[in-house]
């Protein structure tokens, strides 16, 4: 079993930065890819960031390249999401997600585990 916590989650102007959290426990006792997805009611959820076991690699939806990165800390087993330059259109929850894999994917289905969400939100 492997449980993932995210916090870090509020509301910011546009323009500001916010930097999520995410806490791995359990059973993680082999390499594996932690992401980010973000959703919006009625919308599919959305592929934000993706990281290797190493750190060596990283992936980045289109719309948040330049603007967040991620990283991991694997002795806190915690992997951070750092938002700059927010705008309206990032509100949404944000989940954390782990992959027992070693290369990064983007398909929401190939992550075995899933945080509870952290709400975002970004006024005008």
């Known amino acids: 079993q492997v449980q993932l916590v995210e916090s870090g989650g509020g509301l910011v102007q546009a323009g500001g930065s916010l930097r999520l959290s995410c806490v791995a426990s359990?059973?993680?006792?082999?390499?594996?890819?932690m992401g980010w997805f973000r959703q919006v009611p009625g919308k599919e959820r959305e592929f934000v960031a993706g990281?290797?076991?190493?750190?060596?690699?990283?992936k980045y939806g289109d719309s948040v390249k330049g603007r967040f990165t991620i990283s991991r800390d694997n002795a806190k087993n915690t992997v951070y999401l750092q938002m700059n330059g927010l705008k309206p259109e990032d509100t949404a929850v944000y989940y954390c997600?782990?992959?027992?894999?070693?290369?990064?994917?983007?398909?929401?289905?190939?992550?075995?585990?899933w945080g509870q969400g952290t709400q975002v939100t970004v006024s005008s």
């Open positions: 990281i290797s076991w190493s750190g060596g690699s990283t």
């Open positions: 359990g059973r993680t006792f082999r390499r594996y890819v």
């Open positions: 997600a782990l992959d027992f894999q070693e290369t990064i994917v983007v398909l929401r289905t190939a992550y075995d585990y």
